[in-house]
């Protein structure tokens, strides 16, 4: 047994050897590179979203929709169990499972968890009722951020044509997420990322304005977060 755990313990020293030796040139070239000309919401989402998840300390995470991002990781690093899931898995930071939530076969899949999270992905899925559903039998709260239009769903905000899907929710989607799903509306926050009348439109407000739906200014809103939880 000793003579295993001793294995063990040179196999994990060599990996954490070996792993910033090879990726040091690649981290010493992203910091080099220009700054970009702007910042984007994640710092707004993710705040919302840890501080749900430190309001709660679940066990386990479903982050659905990771891309390329350390979201995953952070949560890992934070001492959750995590599991991240995208129909295209290439994220350096953390193990990313090729799996479309939209799939029927998910459910049965992969284990049910405390937390599902969905940052900015929900807006690129284009049967997005159905992923909600799919999530509300997976996780018992959901964390969701998105493009957000009060009056109306919007089919297509993207800033340029060739990009990829990018829809705008309305309260209504939310109400009826909540309806057909047994869910109801948690703790939310609104905020204005652009200043024209819809997402991507005009120029981007840095930081994001935070939008006091008690008001009556929730119109002003481009971006939502929200969590809901299972009945």
């Not at 129909?87 to 405390?114: C, F, G, M, Q, W």
């Amino acid at each position: 047994m000793n003579t295993l755990i001793s294995i063990k313990q040179a196999i994990l020293d060599t990996y954490r050897w070996c792993v910033p030796v090879f990726t040091r040139p690649l981290l010493k070239y992203e910091q080099r590179k220009p700054a970009a000309s702007w910042a984007n919401e994640r710092a707004v989402e993710w705040q919302f979203a840890l501080t749900e998840i430190a309001a709660q300390y679940p066990r386990t995470i479903l982050d659905v929709g990771s891309g390329d991002t350390a979201w995953p990781h952070l949560l890992a690093n934070c001492g959750f169990n995590v599991r991240a899931i995208d129909v295209v898995a290439r994220n350096r930071h953390y193990l990313v499972e090729r799996r479309d939530i939209t799939n029927p076969s998910i459910v049965r899949d992969l284990p049910p968890v405390d937390i599902v999270t969905c940052i900015s992905t929900l807006e690129h899925i284009a049967n997005y009722d159905t992923a909600i559903r799919h999530m509300s039998r997976l996780g018992r709260r959901l964390i969701l951020t998105f493009p957000f239009h009060w009056e109306s769903h919007l089919d297509d905000v993207r800033r340029k044509p060739t990009s990829a899907l990018c829809q705008a929710f309305s309260i209504t989607d939310v109400m009826r997420w909540c309806e057909d799903n047994d869910l109801h509306e948690g703790r939310k926050s609104f905020f204005q990322c652009w200043s024209g009348s819809t997402w991507s439109e005009g120029l981007r407000i840095l930081p994001p304005r935070r939008v006091n739906s008690y008001l009556g200014l929730v119109h002003l809103a481009d971006l939502a977060c929200i969590v809901l939880t299972r009945r």
